[in-house]
T-cell receptor, first 112, second 116 residues
């Protein structure tokens, strides 16, 4: 059974710092991996989608990497801003299914 | 997201009453999903649909039923609401791979349901 883990559960950093959020999964037979952002009381906003054949994806200040063989993905946020404060979730889709399996998230606070 | 809407946004209901949540999409995506989100449990799949009248159970389907009579609408029904079903419910859509194009998921804004 696929398990997705995100470390750390919470992170507080000063504005301007570069930071890395981690996501690990136990079964490497994934179809793709998606990073989401969730603001308090809101829905999920898709940030980046990485296909199983890709190593990384970039969007603005965000860069996500994928290492299928080691079961790891990282989300790199450059020059963090208070507006980046949110919970970040990673989710994997398995080869054999259209269902997403979520990690428990990392709650990020960027202090002014 | 503009292509997917959930209704109602908030609902308070009494234990034992039936409740139906609606998800509507304008993207013509084949796949639709219902998730619930709870503190300490994260997001868990309730039911999903892979086409009109085609549905399947997720990991927490007990006490829930779904229906999909049109591509654009996916309904989640709590037959007899219980306090353990107090949660935030999210609908999502996706499309299977077609050719070389692969899609991720898009989520709705959620329905906050309280069962008293």
């Amino acid at each position: 059974k696929q398990e997705v883990t995100q470390i750390p559960a919470a992170l507080s950093v000063p504005e301007g710092e570069n930071l890395v959020l981690n996501c690990s999964f136990t079964d490497s037979a994934i179809y793709n991996l998606q990073w989401f952002r969730q603001d308090p009381g809101k829905g999920l906003t898709s940030l980046l989608l990485i296909q199983s054949s890709q190593r990384e994806q970039t969007s603005g200040r965000l860069n996500a990497s994928l290492d299928k063989s080691s079961g790891r993905s990282t989300l790199y946020i450059a020059a963090s801003q208070p507006g980046d404060s949110a919970t970040y979730l990673c989710a994997v889709r398995m080869d054999s299914s259209y269902k997403l399996i979520f990690g428990s998230g990392t709650r990020l606070l960027v202090r002014p | 997201d503009a292509g997917i809407t959930q209704s109602p946004r908030h609902k308070v209901t009494e234990t034992g009453t039936p409740v139906t949540l609606r998800c509507h999409q304008t993207e013509n995506h084949r796949y639709m999903y219902w998730y619930r989100q709870d503190p300490g449990h994260g997001l868990r799949l309730i039911h999903y649909s892979y086409g009109v009248k085609d549905t399947d159970k997720g990991e927490v389907s007990d006490g829930y039923s779904v229906s999909r009579s049109k591509t654009e609408d996916f309904l989640l029904t709590l037959e007899s609401a219980t306090s353990s079903q107090t949660s935030v419910y999210f609908c999502a859509i996706s499309e299977p791979q077609t050719g070389s194009v692969r899609y991720g998921y898009t989520f709705g804004s959620g329905t906050r349901l309280t069962v008293v």
